[in-house]
């Protein structure tokens, strides 16, 4: 498949506009590192979700989403889809206690709920562990999606994609801040939004399809169009959607997910002008994220199924490739081919739109973290803040770098996804209570760290060495949860807690719900504490944020598979779940 010179002007059109817009903004974010990471912390709330939705639309989310249909079916989404549960716990719960903190990088908060050398400590190695080791990953496995894709459409190596990709995104990524990727997120949403729809459009017309009704009543297809799992197969049921709806939203630290917030979630909230817009981005992104994106990618693997098959099918569509990246993920762009010329530049426009808007992000954020919690805090502290964009810059250029060389490493989206959750795999509750619950320490969060991914590095390469059976990642997932809580909850109560001081501060300025702390405390009637009903509306509005989410998403689903009933029946629910949380919105604030 080769682009003709019409897709090529799209394609040189689209890189040309954005990196004008990243340096038009490099002047502002050479200021300081406040407006090279926060943008000034003036960004409005439509901007800062719209933003993160374009960093979770990465070229590796529908590889990821049509490996899974391939693999298990529509309902073998819950994977991701549990963690609804989780985004909405943040918006009502947690965007306005990071916003008012003040950090930042969330990596600033360990010193600000724990003390001496233990907060000092994590704050550090977290930083280097998140920033450097976890980012990498992440940014290898998008460079992955990025060389199938040009390997199927543009029939180039994967040394060329990594080299042009990463060059391109790291020069206005490096110069522009978190402005120019908030903005240029912007753009990249939309573009990614139509070229999605598109791709969907053209395999849903292709002779072995046949239309959605052709897709609907074909018998290779049956059994895998349904939204839940088959409940006779526990095993399966088990593994796709009791762990992830039971187990999997709450204990495992996976990238945009984070239980309470964190990484690029954090920066967007810590970003914006106030709390309450704090709030209201991570509710448009969680609606946007689940919601609104995912059905264009599920029907795209759907239709790959009648068109390839099997593996073997997609290996001879595209003998040039190299085996070892031909996988079920490598079907998403194999559905590409079928786009007419003209409107296949658009759509690689997207693709090259959905990795840009995840890399800039990741690159920004993990750069502020091996500046700000690492070089300046225990490096280098004391100089102007012009030299610690430069540094930014240079740390930027760094992780592009190793992201590339990761990317050569891995195999398939599913795979790293798998690895990120089992190394993240029991950290999700200390990070939910550790704002609620003053006995939580510093130690807690290690302890949870070192557990998981001990769990992970034995379940990946030892348990294999030994010659034991494998084991589901579902079971590995609730394995390594149970070691992690039960060793960081032994870790907390034979550790000292953090110093009364810093416990009385990060109160008086956080504000949290009071129950977890009026022990040690010892708060008196003079002190005013939450205000009375936030948890109840707290609580009201997760579950109807939850409830509107997934009900416009299967909503949607319900309309696509021809069941107008049902379809109907769920956008009324959405609807009348949306009516409650913008009533419920005013009494959240504490």
């Known amino acids: 498949m080769r682009l003709t010179n019409a897709d090529w002007m799209v394609v040189v059109a689209y890189g040309l506009i954005v990196l004008t817009l990243g340096l038009y903004f490099a002047?502002?974010?050479?200021?300081?590192?406040?407006?090279?990471?926060?943008?000034?912390?003036?960004?409005?709330?439509?901007?800062?979700?719209?933003s993160m939705v374009a960093t979770t639309f990465s070229t590796d989310t529908p590889n990821l989403v049509t490996d899974l249909v391939r693999?298990?079916?529509?309902?073998?989404?819950?994977?991701?889809?549990?963690?609804?549960?989780?985004?909405m716990l943040t918006v009502f719960f947690y965007a306005r206690l990071w916003r008012r903190s003040g950090a930042l990088t969330d990596m600033a908060f360990y010193e600000l709920r724990y003390s001496g050398a233990p907060a000092a400590f994590l704050r550090g190695f977290r930083a280097l562990y998140l920033g450097v080791f976890f980012n990498v990953m992440i940014m290898a496995t998008v460079t992955l999606a990025a060389i199938k894709i040009g390997g199927v459409l543009l029939g180039v190596g994967k040394y060329e994609v990594v080299l042009l990709a990463g060059t391109v995104t790291v020069l206005y990524a490096a110069t522009s801040g978190l402005w120019g990727v908030a903005v240029t997120d912007l753009l990249l949403f939309v573009v990614a939004m139509v070229g999605s729809v598109a791709a969907a459009y053209f395999a849903l017309i292709q002779p072995e399809v046949g239309g959605l009704t052709g897709l609907l009543t074909s018998p290779e297809l049956q059994g895998r169009l349904t939204f839940l799992p088959d409940f006779g197969d526990w095993r399966t049921a088990a593994a796709v959607f009791i762990?992830?709806?039971?187990?999997?939203?709450?204990?495992?630290?996976?990238?945009?997910?984070?239980?309470?917030?964190?990484?690029?979630?954090a920066q967007r909230m810590l970003a914006a002008r106030n709390e309450k817009e704090a709030m209201g981005s991570?509710?448009?992104?969680?609606?946007?994220?689940?919601?609104?994106?995912?059905?264009?990618?599920?029907?795209?693997?759907?239709?790959?199924?009648?068109?390839?098959?099997?593996?073997?099918?997609?290996?001879?569509?595209?003998?040039?490739?190299?085996?070892?990246?031909?996988?079920?993920?490598?079907?998403?762009?194999?559905?590409?081919?079928?786009?007419?010329?003209?409107l296949l530049g658009l759509v690689v426009a997207s693709l090259a739109a959905a990795y840009m808007?995840?890399?800039?992000?990741?690159?920004?954020?993990?750069?502020?973290?091996?500046?700000?919690?690492?070089?300046?805090?225990?490096?280098?502290?004391?100089?102007?803040?012009?030299?610690?964009?430069?540094?930014?810059?240079?740390?930027?250029?760094?992780?592009?770098?190793l992201a590339g060389i990761v990317s050569l490493w891995l195999e398939n989206a599913l795979q790293a996804f798998q690895i990120l959750l089992q190394i993240g795999a029991g950290t999700g509750l200390v990070f939910l209570l550790r704002w609620f619950w003053w006995r939580v320490n510093a130690w807690s969060e290690v302890a949870a760290m070192a557990l998981s991914f001990s769990v992970a590095i034995y379940f990946q390469f030892i348990h294999r060495s030994l010659g034991l059976p494998a084991l589901d990642p579902s079971l590995q997932l609730v394995i390594g949860v149970g070691i992690t809580t039960v060793g960081w909850l032994l870790v907390t109560f034979l550790t000292a807690p953090?110093?009364?001081?810093?416990?009385?501060?990060?109160?008086?300025?956080?504000?949290?719900?009071?129950?977890?702390?009026?022990?040690?405390?010892?708060?008196?009637?003079?002190?005013?504490?939450?205000?009375?009903?936030?948890?109840?509306?707290?609580?009201?509005?997760?579950?109807?944020?939850?409830?509107?989410?997934?009900?416009?998403?299967f909503g949607t689903g319900f309309l696509l598979f021809g069941n107008l009933v049902w379809g109907v029946v769920c956008l009324a629910v959405a609807t009348a779940a949306m009516t409650g949380i913008f009533r419920v919105l005013p009494r959240v604030g504490i």
């Open 27 to 50: 002047r502002r974010a050479g200021r300081g590192t406040d407006e090279y990471f926060l943008a000034g912390r003036k960004l409005p709330w439509w901007l800062l979700g719209t």
């Open 71 to 87: 693999t298990g079916g529509v309902s073998q989404n819950w994977l991701w889809w549990a963690f609804v549960i989780t985004g």
């Open 243 to 265: 762990v992830p709806v039971a187990v999997q939203w709450w204990s495992t630290w996976y990238p945009g997910a984070e239980p309470g917030g964190g990484g690029y979630v």
């Open 282 to 342: 991570t509710l448009w992104f969680n609606i946007a994220h689940y919601a609104l994106r995912p059905w264009p990618w599920i029907l795209v693997g759907l239709a790959s199924l009648l068109v390839y098959p099997t593996l073997e099918s997609i290996h001879e569509a595209f003998p040039h490739l190299d085996p070892s990246i031909v996988r079920h993920d490598l079907a998403y762009p194999a559905m590409l081919v079928f786009l007419p010329q003209g």
């Open 357 to 401: 808007s995840t890399i800039s992000t990741h690159l920004n954020w993990g750069a502020s973290y091996v500046v700000d919690d690492f070089y300046r805090r225990f490096i280098s502290g004391g100089k102007d803040e012009r030299h610690y964009v430069t540094v930014g810059r240079i740390t930027t250029v760094g992780l592009i770098v």
């Open 498 to 553: 953090a110093a009364e001081e810093t416990l009385r501060s990060f109160y008086r300025e956080i504000r949290p719900f009071g129950a977890g702390w009026r022990r040690v405390l010892k708060l008196g009637p003079e002190d005013p504490g939450p205000r009375a009903g936030g948890l109840a509306a707290g609580l009201l509005g997760w579950f109807l944020g939850v409830t509107a989410v997934y009900s416009a998403l």
